[in-house]
């Protein structure tokens, strides 16, 4: 079972920049996609990236060009730098792990969630 751990989150004012952190605690086949989610009060959940073992990075239109997905450590650390925040980018923001890339964009393909970190741009 893989555990998630989310950190980075916190308040900030648009135009500013956040660095959202996420911890598994073992490098395995679950693990071989990780994305960001997030989510607000009486909305769906939302993937913003995504990013497979290769490395490979993909983003949601909302987000392209003003955040960056990325690894390090083994792949056990991702990370999410998001910069020129907006007031729509207020959310949880949660990681997920998901063994399939081709599934890599569908929420229910993630097997493994963190608790989520908020973000909140005033």
């Known amino acids: 079972h893989v555990q998630l751990v989310e950190s980075g989150g916190g308040s900030v004012q648009a135009g500013g920049s956040l660095r959202l952190s996420c911890v598994a605690s073992e490098s395995t086949y679950a693990t071989r996609c990780m994305g960001w989610f997030r989510q607000t009060p009486g909305k769906e959940r939302e993937g913003v990236a995504w990013?497979?073992?290769?490395?490979?990075?993909t983003y949601a239109d909302s987000v392209k060009g003003r955040f960056t997905i990325s690894q390090d450590n083994g792949r056990k650390n991702l990370y999410l730098e998001m910069n020129d925040l907006k007031v729509e980018d207020t959310a949880t923001y949660f990681c997920?792990?998901?063994?399939?890339?081709?599934?890599?964009?569908?929420?229910?393909?993630?097997?493994?969630w963190g608790q989520g970190t908020q973000v909140t741009v005033s």
């Open positions: 990013i497979d073992g290769f490395g490979t990075a």
């Open positions: 997920a792990a998901n063994p399939d890339p081709a599934t890599i964009e569908i929420q229910w393909s993630y097997l493994y």
